[in-house]
């Protein structure tokens, strides 16, 4: 089955600042790669996906990037504000075959003042 | 995006009774609803897999008689602990996949605390 490993497991970046999380897959025919962000006692909120078709895509200040070949993807959040502060967790899926997401085990996002 | 709703948000029970938990898709018909396990500080552990009308699929290590889940409808899933001890206390969290769609959308999660 799929194995996703998500690194590092805490980040803490100065306000402003960039902030990069990465993931790697295991299985080559997943095809849809999302990143939900959960808030300390809430639920996993999407905030950004990519499918496999696509190397780059970007919302504001965030934005994820696929290499199919290398079976890596990373979250990058730039101008980091106080409210990015959360736990990111990657996943992937093979759309195809499976309905279940698998997960990273999460990176906790600290940003400072 | 879509909505899922899950009752109760917090339960505290005593050791030995059982605890329902319901998950609904409000706006849109959930063929497949997935229900998690999640630790302090732990990622989402994947506990089984319902689908409207047939019995859940669940993961390894996982009690189908101690988790029972029931999938009703297209809006709504439920999971019951039965016979709960202090060990079942996690957050559990439920997650609704729409027909046609890859997207999951989660509950807001309930804490279930057994004394």
Redesign the interface.
């Known amino acids: 089955g799929e194995n996703v490993e998500q690194h590092p497991s805490t980040l803490s970046v100065q306000e402003g600042d960039s902030a990069v999380i990465k993931c790697t897959y295991s299985d080559s025919a997943s095809n849809y790669f999302p990143w939900y962000k959960q808030e300390l006692g809430k639920r996993p909120q999407l905030i950004i996906d990519i499918r496999s078709n696509v190397g780059e895509k970007k919302d504001q200040r965030i934005a994820v990037t696929l290499n199919k070949t290398a079976k890596h993807f990373s979250l990058h959040i730039t101008e980091t504000q106080p409210e990015d502060s959360a736990v990111y967790f990657c996943a992937a899926i093979n759309t195809g075959t499976a309905s279940k997401l698998t997960f990273g085990t999460g990176t906790r996002l600290q940003v400072t003042l | ?1 879509a909505v ?1 709703s ?1 009752h109760p948000s917090r339960v505290i029970c005593k050791s030995g009774t059982s605890v329902k938990i319901e998950c609904r898709s409000l706006d849109f018909q959930a063929t ?1 609803m ?1 229900w998690y396990r999640q630790f302090p ?4 552990m ?1 506990m089984a ?1 319902s689908n409207e009308g047939s019995k859940a699929t669940y993961e390894q290590g996982v009690e189908k008689d101690k988790f029972l889940i029931n999938h009703a409808s297209l809006t709504l899933s439920t999971l019951t602990v039965t016979s709960a001890h202090p060990e079942d206390s996690s ?1 559990y ?1 439920c997650s609704a ?1 729409g027909s046609g769609t ?8 309930t ?1 279930l605390s057994v004394l």
Do not use: C, N
């Not at chain 2, 500080?41 to 989402?44: A, H, M, R, T």
């Not at chain 2, 890859?102 to 999660?109: C, K, L, P, S």
């Open positions: 995006g899922v899950q497949t997935f500080k732990q990622s989402l994947l897999t957050f969290i996949l890859v997207i999951q959308y989660f509950g807001a999660g804490r």
